[in-house]
């Protein structure tokens, strides 16, 4: 009964602990100020600079994550851009697919 009562628990754990690992594959709703890192991140994770080096900002060093600041926006720009063209797009071939709002919170 003892091995039992442990399969199940161990069942119910791995469904819960499948059941989390789905939710962190859905895609975020992160904002374009979310995205773009800071200049100490972008210097220390990106350019894998030492801290020495991002902490002194050399001219170039600013100018070149000024550059990847105005990529990412318009990057971002061009991907809401797309995503509210598309939005349209199926609105228009399709007005019933509208997915309803739920009513309540969802548990």
């Given at each position: 009964?003892?091995?039992?009562?442990?399969?199940?628990?161990?069942a119910v754990l791995m469904l819960a602990s499948a059941?989390?690992?789905?939710?962190?594959?859905?895609?975020?709703?992160?904002?374009?100020?979310?995205?773009?890192?800071?200049?100490?991140?972008?210097?220390l994770e990106?350019?894998?600079y030492p801290m020495q080096r991002c902490d002194a900002r050399r001219a170039q060093d600013?100018?070149?994550?000024?550059?990847?600041?105005?990529?990412?926006?318009k990057f971002d720009s061009a991907r809401n851009t797309k995503a509210e063209r598309d939005r349209e797009i199926q609105q228009k071939l399709n007005p019933d697919s509208t997915p309803a709002k739920p009513s309540g919170p969802v548990r």
């Open positions: 009964m003892a091995n039992r009562t442990r399969n199940i628990a161990l059941g989390w690992g789905y939710e962190s594959t859905r895609a975020s709703s992160a904002t374009t100020r979310d995205e773009i890192w800071s200049f100490d991140m972008w210097c990106m350019r894998l600013v100018k070149d994550y000024e550059f990847y600041r105005a990529e990412v926006e």
